[in-house]
């Protein structure tokens, strides 16, 4: 079983950025493929970034192309989420998830992922 624990969030105005962690709450792993999703109240959890650790790719949902960047190392299991430029409609709960079993097409697809973290609330003011 593998626990994933999210750091970094919290409170900021718009414009301003954070940078969200995320490493397994013991040990290491090795792993095909990390991403970062959000929810907000009442919906499903939306896919947000992700890299893969096979082909060196890193994925973005369009609203965050330019403001995010994910980054990480597959040797420590650690997962990064730079949030730049944030926005009131970036506010929402932020969870890393890993492909762990084999690598899922597409990245996007929650379902795809074998573990998460607990998430981390990340709230933008205007």
């Known amino acids: 079983q593998v626990q994933l624990v999210e750091s970094g969030g919290g409170l900021v105005q718009a414009g301003g950025s954070l940078r969200l962690s995320c490493a397994p709450s013991?040990?290491?792993?090795?792993?095909?493929?990390m991403g970062w999703f959000r929810q907000t109240p009442g919906k499903g959890r939306s896919f947000v970034a992700a890299?893969?650790?096979?082909?060196?790719?890193?994925h973005y949902t369009e609203s965050v192309k330019g403001r995010f960047t994910i980054s990480g190392d597959n040797a420590e299991s650690t997962l990064y989420l730079q949030m730049n430029n944030l926005k009131p409609e970036d506010t929402a709960v932020y969870f890393c998830?890993?492909?762990?079993?084999?690598?899922?097409?597409?990245?996007?697809?929650?379902?795809?992922?074998?573990?998460w973290g607990q998430g981390i609330q990340v709230t933008v003011s205007s």
């Open positions: 998830a890993v492909q762990i079993k084999t690598t899922y097409l597409p990245y996007d697809m929650p379902d795809h992922y074998d573990y």
């Open positions: 013991e040990g290491t792993f090795r792993s095909y493929a």
């Open positions: 890299i893969s650790w096979t082909s060196d790719a890193t």
